[in-house]
């Protein structure tokens, strides 16, 4: 009922933010939101920012859908695509103020590391569409992970930690703490926070 309103399509090709929202604000940008509830979260608390979230499963779009109508949120937008069609065939260079990458799926086989989002390419896509300043913000639950999460950015060209050197971040305040997560926290699991800013 809603998507006609809130979903955006592979086939309206490249979008201009401004026209899409009915605004100049602040852009965020969440692939692979799940079942939306952070992203839903997020938008509500920052009502003078816009995010655009990204996910193939379509309960999770489904249920951002929802969050969407029973929050009354004006500020999201969504697609049901793969978030490199996304990236390469529908934003604009630089239009991004931030990208969120929160728990993808680890892969945690050796075998599978090569499946894992977070590789040197994906990350200068990324880079291209962020602005110079712009944060791509990172987490994940899998120490495994959190450590080639950081290998790579910190070898990825155009970008800078936003802490010192090999170091992660605090959680900010603006990314929410997943029920997933809380459960994790309890049982004394550890979650990894990376922020790198585009530097050129």
Known sequence: RSWPTFGLSREGGMIDPRQVFGRDAMLNLEIGFG???SLAE???AAPEQNFIGVEVHLPGVGALLKEIEDRGLENVRVYNIDANDVIDLCLPDACLDQ???FFPDPWHKKKHHKRRLVQTEFVQRIRHK???GGILHLATDWENYAEHMM???GESEG???TRAQ????PRPDYRPITKFEKRGENLGHGVWDLLFHRTN
């Open 35 to 37: 079942m939306g509830g």
């Open 42 to 44: 997020m938008a509500e």
């Open 99 to 101: 990208v969120m990458v």
């Open 130 to 132: 962020l602005r110079v």
């Open 151 to 153: 290998d790579v950015m």
């Open 159 to 161: 970008f800078a930690n």
């Open 166 to 169: 090999g170091e992660y971040s």
